[in-house]
């Protein structure tokens, strides 16, 4: 079966660009998450949706971060513009239920550099 | 003071030894909790769950104290490949997951 699947896997992109990130959960899986994971901060959840709509977005650092999920199969994370301090791993993961952590499946994860 | 703190490391352990990991956290509505394990530059994947009764997963023993709220993880016959990170989960319920900065383990021949 296929898991979560992340594009791109890398990113390099200058202060200022958009870059947008981009998941396909696994099939039949209602939540769908976006982490971040840093060296200072760990892993930090940023937004969450429930059957396509977003349910909390309290992690979402500023308003320069969006989250979009068009249908059931895709989400996008946009970062406009971005800055240095965005640099990190983001991290998309689905689960079939709300409940604990152990339903959460994570994706490969994409490597964001802001030059 | 962050909701679930961990000792980052590193752990530098022979093969064949025990290592215990402790974990703990602030938040006292925590529901349940977790193990997950990070390999170099991949994402953290499931361990095992920690119930107030312990459990144990082969050579792998979860361990919950809630009221000194702290969890542990301890590692029997340590393997070359059980070295990563691992990452200390609680949950107050719903989504709201917090993951710990995690604690290296380096396991050597």
């Known amino acids: 079966d296929a898991g979560v699947i992340q594009s791109p896997r890398h990113e390099v992109t200058e202060m200022g660009q958009e870059v947008t990130l981009r998941c396909k959960p696994i099939?039949?899986?209602?939540?769908l998450f976006w982490y971040r994971q840093t060296m200072m901060r760990g892993l930090e959840l940023l937004i969450y949706f429930n059957n396509n709509v977003p349910i909390d977005d309290s992690g979402m650092p500023e308003d320069r971060f969006s989250a979009k999920m068009p249908n059931a199969s895709f989400s996008t994370l946009k970062i406009q513009p971005s800055e240095p301090r965005d640099s990190a791993v983001y991290f998309c993961?689905?689960?079939?239920?709300?409940?604990?952590?152990?339903?959460?499946?994570f994706g490969p994860g994409t490597r964001l550099l802001v030059l | 003071r962050k909701e679930v703190e961990q000792d980052p490391g590193p752990f530098n352990v022979p093969e064949g030894a025990t290592v215990a990991f402790n974990c703990t956290y602030s938040?006292?509505?925590?529901?349940?909790f977790f193990w997950y394990r990070q390999d170099c530059r991949k994402e953290p994947k499931l361990l095992m769950s920690v119930y107030s009764s312990g459990n144990e997963d082969g050579r792998f023993t979860a361990q919950l104290n809630r009221a000194s709220q702290y969890i542990s993880l301890l590692i029997r016959d340590s393997k070359l490949s059980d070295s990563a990170t691992y990452l200390c989960v609680a949950n107050t319920g719903g989504f709201k997951t917090i993951f710990g900065a995690g604690t290296r383990l380096f396991v050597k021949a």
């Open positions: 099939s039949g899986h209602d939540y």
């Open positions: 993961a689905s689960s079939p239920r709300l409940a604990g952590a152990e339903t959460q499946y």
């Open positions: 938040n006292s509505a925590s529901q349940s």
